[in-house]
C-alpha cells in the first residue's frame, strides 16, 4: 500500500531564514514520483515540485528544492529564503502504479501547516 | 479550457438531499481525479478516471458516492441521501499521462445542513 507521512503538523520560520518540511514514503513499487505542493488559505493547490523515482539529482525550483533520499524514503522540501508569502499548508504527495499498467494513484500526507513570521 | 473547473463553487444542502458536483478538466488530459479534503485535513482520495473508466474507485465512501466521465471531458461526481460527515470541500485534478503534473480545480465547498 501506498502511504505519506508528514510527522510536522505546523512549523515556525522567521522571514530571509530556510525551513525544512519532513515527508517519509511508502511503496513497494520502484517506479514513483514525489511531489509537493501548496496550499494557502485561499484554498487553490499549487504544484511546487517532482521529483521521479529514477532522477539523479534532486529536484530544485528556484527556492524550492528536494532533498531526495532514496534508501531512507524521504523526500524533504527545503524552502530558502523563506517570505511572508510562504506561509500556507505545504502537501507532500506521491504518484505510484495500482493494479499495474499505466494507472496511477496520488496519494497525500495530512500536510504541515508553515507560519513565516516577520 | 485554460484550466480545471469545477462548479459550483460553494453548495449547501439539506441532509438527504442529492448534489451533483462537476468537473470540467484541461482539454486534453486523458486522467481526471476527485479528491476530498474536510476542514484542516489532508486530500483524501476518491475516484480516478483515464478516458471514461474508472481504474480505481477504492477511496468512494459508500455507495451514496458515484461518479461518472463523459466523452473523456466532464466528469459529474454525485453524492445521494447527503449526510452531515459528506460537509467539506471536493478537488478535482486533471493531468496527461505518463502523469507527472497536477492541476487542480478551485474545489465545490459543500455544507450539508
Known amino acids: 500500500a501506498q502511504k505519506i507521512t508528514q510527522t510536522q503538523p505546523g512549523m515556525f520560520v522567521q522571514e530571509k531564514e530556510a525551513v525544512t518540511l519532513d515527508c517519509t514514503y511508502d511503496t513497494s513499487d520502484p517506479s514513483y514520483g514525489l511531489f509537493w505542493y501548496k496550499q494557502p488559505s485561499s484554498g487553490e493547490m499549487i504544484f511546487l515540485i517532482y521529483?521521479?523515482?529514477?532522477?539523479?539529482q534532486n529536484a530544485t525550483e528556484g527556492r524550492y528544492s528536494l532533498n531526495f533520499q532514496k534508501a531512507r524514503k524521504s523526500a524533504n522540501l527545503v524552502i530558502s529564503a523563506s517570505q511572508l508569502g510562504d506561509s500556507a499548508m505545504y502537501f507532500c504527495?506521491?504518484?505510484?502504479?495500482?493494479?499495474?499498467?499505466?494507472?496511477?494513484?496520488?496519494?497525500f500526507g495530512k500536510g504541515t501547516l508553515l507560519t513565516v513570521n516577520p | 479550457g485554460a484550466g480545471v473547473s469545477q462548479s459550483p463553487s460553494n453548495k449547501v444542502t439539506e441532509k438527504g438531499k442529492d448534489v451533483e458536483l462537476r468537473c470540467d478538466p484541461i482539454s486534453g488530459h486523458t486522467a481526471l481525479y476527485w479528491y476530498r479534503q474536510s476542514l484542516g485535513q489532508g486530500l483524501e482520495f476518491l475516484i480516478y478516471f483515464q478516458g471514461n473508466s474508472a481504474p480505481d474507485k477504492s477511496g468512494l465512501p459508500s455507495d451514496r458516492f458515484s461518479a461518472e466521465r463523459t466523452g473523456g471531458s466532464v466528469s459529474t461526481l454525485t453524492i445521494q441521501r447527503t449526510q452531515q460527515e459528506d460537509s467539506a470541500v471536493y478537488l478535482c485534478a486533471s493531468s496527461l499521462p505518463p502523469d507527472r503534473g497536477y492541476t487542480f480545480g478551485s474545489g465545490t465547498r459543500l455544507t450539508v445542513v
Open positions: 504527495a506521491m504518484r505510484a502504479p495500482v493494479g499495474g499498467g499505466s494507472n496511477y494513484k496520488l496519494t
Open positions: 521529483q521521479g523515482s529514477y532522477d539523479q
